[in-house]
């Protein structure tokens, strides 16, 4: 008897038309092109420079645009989860502004707090879901704008993100069906030192005027200590998922990995065995866009898979949070 899962049916993204590339990042801190290109891999980022739009309205785009794809109805939706480190509110959450927004009237939606690692757990978080048979249709997003929360004149920062939104949608399988999301792998470690925060604007911290003036309201990082931990989590977990499902190299279609740095990755890819070929790679055009980086990638490969492709979903995150999914495409 085969098991019923969850598979990727749609594919969606936003990019702000706005491009920051390192040659207008030179005007503003002390930095040049080579130094990024070299130590991140990034080129250009994009920003969402409306006042008046943040997340959700990314967010309700790409899901739009994935509804689309998978020809579903918005109203045949029963989920929505949005993985997000910059909901346009603390509450109402942002997932209830995309149903809204999108006209998912028959849908529940919450938002899911990860850091970088927040669509990989949004997905396994879904797909539990619609294993369990209570749910059939759930879109999962990764949004973040994270220009609102980025220091422009912290150069050790400003280089590394921007703003973006990813959506699938996600469906049950048929019983004929082996594809789908196969298994995953989830880990957290507490950050006592909080390496990677936003320091204020939550119950510890709340806004005042002494936390603006000590720009506690952007993103704080130990530069050093983030990317020893996202270099060892990431390539740990992907080879934990390949080990636990007896996956070799050769097995692996691609690696769809969080585009936080270009050496983070290769990292990840020697570990695997994979050769560069096998690995999604956008981070050049879009930086760091935290829980959007993964569906980004799904985006801009979807034409070059295949029914039956190994597909190693894999993130690391503040928190300190990490996780890899085993995918088998079939759309």
């Known amino acids: 008897m085969s098991i019923k899962r969850a598979k990727i049916t749609g594919i969606g993204h936003y990019l702000p038309d706005y491009v920051l590339d390192n040659a207008e990042l030179e005007t503003m801190v002390d930095t040049n092109d080579e130094w990024i290109r070299t130590r991140t891999g990034i080129s250009e980022r994009r920003i969402l420079k409306d006042p008046d739009k943040a997340t959700s309205f990314m967010a309700a785009e790409a899901a739009k645009e994935a509804l689309a794809d998978a020809g579903v109805d918005a109203e045949e939706i029963d989920a929505i989860i949005v993985a997000t480190v910059t909901p346009d509110y603390f509450f109402p959450a942002s997932a209830a502004l995309v149903q809204k927004k999108i006209g998912a009237k028959n849908a529940f939606g919450y938002d899911l707090s990860a850091a970088c690692s927040g669509f990989v757990f949004a997905l396994s978080e879904a797909a539990m879901m619609i294993e369990s048979g209570r749910l059939k249709k759930i879109l999962v997003i990764g949004a973040d704008k994270m220009s609102s ?183």
């Not at 400003?158 to 594809?179: K, M, P």
């Not at 005027?209 to 977990?237: C, L, P, W, Y």
């Not at 829980?291 to 894999?314: E, F, H, R, V």
């Open 149 to 331: 929360i980025v220091d422009f004149t912290d150069r050790a920062t400003c280089i590394l993100f921007g703003d973006a939104a990813g959506a699938v949608v996600l469906e049950e399988t048929e019983e004929t069906d082996e594809g789908g999301i196969i298994d995953f792998v989830q880990h957290t470690e507490g950050d006592d030192d909080c390496s990677l925060s936003q320091p204020a604007g939550g119950s510890l911290n709340p806004a005042s005027v002494e936390t603006v003036e000590s720009k506690m309201h952007f993103i704080q990082q130990d530069g050093r200590v983030v990317f020893k931990k996202a270099t060892e989590g990431m390539a740990d977990v992907s080879l934990e998922i390949m080990e636990k499902n007896n996956l070799t190299s050769e097995d692996v279609a691609w690696l769809v990995p969080h585009q936080a740095n270009l050496r983070i990755i290769q990292a990840t890819a020697r570990r695997m065995g994979l050769t560069e070929e096998k690995v999604m790679i956008n981070i050049q055009k879009y930086g760091n866009t935290t829980a959007a980086t993964i569906p980004l990638c799904l985006y801009d490969w979807k034409d070059q898979l295949k029914d039956g492709d190994n597909l190693i979903l894999s993130a690391y995150g503040g928190g300190f949070t990490w996780g890899a999914i085993y995918l088998k495409w079939s759309k």
